[in-house]
């Protein structure tokens, strides 16, 4: 017999969701229960799985919507700042007194040439009185050109200060559209998780062959042991697992399930291919990957009250992008007279990722705490918490707009975690060969 939990790419999201999302989602406050549910007696957290696509698909439709709607607003704004705008208005009538003040400069340009010309043109039995006006005309002529100098300075300022409140509202109107732009393209990434979750559970689902169902062992656990809570790129963690058979009965065969996911600092994009998570044993020393199904077929038989630890390392590329990343951790048995069971959820490691060249987390003294205390999982941060949506809605702030993209984000963040939550499918079969 065999206990398989799959774990799809709308985990890896959750990781850096903040968990006050969780109170708008009535859905999610039994989706943990939910997941533990074991065998085939409901299939409820496909329902959920399906609610949480068509959360998402629901977001994206919505900022597809706000897009499409923005994109007519920055047409009509891009269109009245090139007339009807009031800035534009005020460029406008500012060229044209710049215009002016360039016409009356060279005007004056013109009358002082023509006054030095003709006091250097004049005859030489010209008078002393004929010499003094032609004088005085020059100078006056210079005087009217320095104060049309100025004129034309300020004009010049004043088109200048208006081209540019002209251009920061164009480029307001267009960061407003690009917000609306990302909104869609973080949409997405929520629909294209939910999806990939429902799919990969909906075919776990279909694979479960007919059989008597596994049962829940809350006498068997697995336990980490010095996972640092800040793991840097480029470097090799090792930690172990301690896998104890707290029960009165023998286990025959008994494997670990362990898994890393994790996200770059947005949440939006799955980082898992930059780690390498490898284990070994007393009795098979050498460095061994996961199978398949990340199992850890290494722990062997237990007796009642025995334990197995087993030996873990993590390697992260060092080209792993700064983020946030969760290990997995679960137990499942399986005897030769077809008894099968497991712990109840799987528990949840969290941990920073830090960029190469960074310092390493602190390791703890003793066994690390499960994310949730004993089963299930909880995406990162408290109940309390903000939502994340600073960054868009001051974005829109700037520029005096509505923010329809901050309920999007709400709504996506939602999906996800209602996919994160009830995609720990229990998967149950009855041939042991499986395992």
């Not at 009245?80 to 534009?88: I, K, Q, R, T, V």
């Not at 694979?207 to 006498?219: I, L, N, P, Q, R």
């Not at 089963?375 to 702030?397: E, F, K, V």
Request: charged share 25%; aromatic share 4%.
């Amino acid at each position: 017999m065999m206990i398989r939990r799959v774990l799809a790419t709308a985990v890896a999201l959750a990781v850096t969701t903040p968990a006050a999302l969780l109170s708008a989602s009535p859905a999610y406050a039994d989706a943990k229960a939910t997941a533990q549910t074991p065998g085939r007696q409901s299939n409820p957290a496909i329902d959920k799985l399906k609610a949480a696509t068509a959360e998402a698909q629901k977001a994206y439709d919505k900022a597809s919507q706000a897009k499409a709607d923005g994109a007519v607003e920055l047409a009509k704004t891009l269109g009245e700042l090139d007339g009807a705008h009031p800035l534009a208005v005020a460029l406008a009538a500012a060229k044209r007194a710049a215009k002016d003040a360039a016409t009356t400069k060279k005007n004056a340009d013109q009358t002082v040439t023509d006054a030095k010309t003709a006091l250097d043109t004049l005859a030489e039995n010209a008078t002393e009185e004929e010499r003094g006006a032609a004088a005085t005309t020059l100078s006056k002529a210079e005087a009217a050109e320095a104060a049309a100098a100025t004129a034309k300075a300020a004009t010049d300022a004043t088109v200048a200060e208006a081209q540019k409140k002209v251009d920061d509202a164009r480029g307001a109107a267009i960061r407003t559209h690009g917000v609306l732009d990302k909104a869609v393209d973080d949409a997405r990434a929520v629909k294209v998780a939910a999806d990939a979750a429902l799919a990969k559970a909906t075919k776990e689902a279909e694979e479960e062959e007919e059989g008597e169902d596994c049962e829940v062992e809350s006498g068997l656990t697995a336990e980490v042991n010095g996972l640092p809570d800040k793991l840097v790129a480029g470097t090799t963690t090792t930690f172990s697992v301690r896998v104890t058979n707290g029960s009165d009965r023998h286990m025959d065969e008994v494997i670990a399930y362990t898994g890393v996911h994790a996200t770059d600092s947005t949440g939006l994009k799955d980082t898992s291919r930059f780690f390498r998570l490898q284990w070994s044993t007393t009795s098979s020393t050498q460095w061994q990957n996961l199978n398949k199904d990340s199992y850890i077929d290494g722990v062997g038989a237990l007796k009642a009250g025995a334990h197995a630890d087993v030996k873990l390392r993590l390697t992260l590329d060092k080209t792993t992008p700064a983020g946030n990343g969760v290990l997995f951790i679960a137990a499942d048995f399986y005897n030769k007279d077809g008894v099968c069971g497991g712990t109840p959820g799987a528990d949840m490691y969290e941990f920073d990722i830090n960029a190469a060249g960074d310092k390493p987390g602190t390791t703890p003294s003793q066994s690390a705490k499960p994310a949730t205390g004993s089963t299930g999982i909880t995406p990162q941060g408290s109940s309390s918490g903000a939502p994340a949506t600073t960054g868009m809605n001051d974005s829109l702030a700037t520029t005096g707009s509505s923010s329809p993209t901050a309920s999007i984000a709400l709504a996506g963040g939602a999906a996800v975690l209602l996919g994160a939550a009830a995609v720990f499918v229990v998967r149950r079969r009855k041939t042991g060969g499986d395992a």
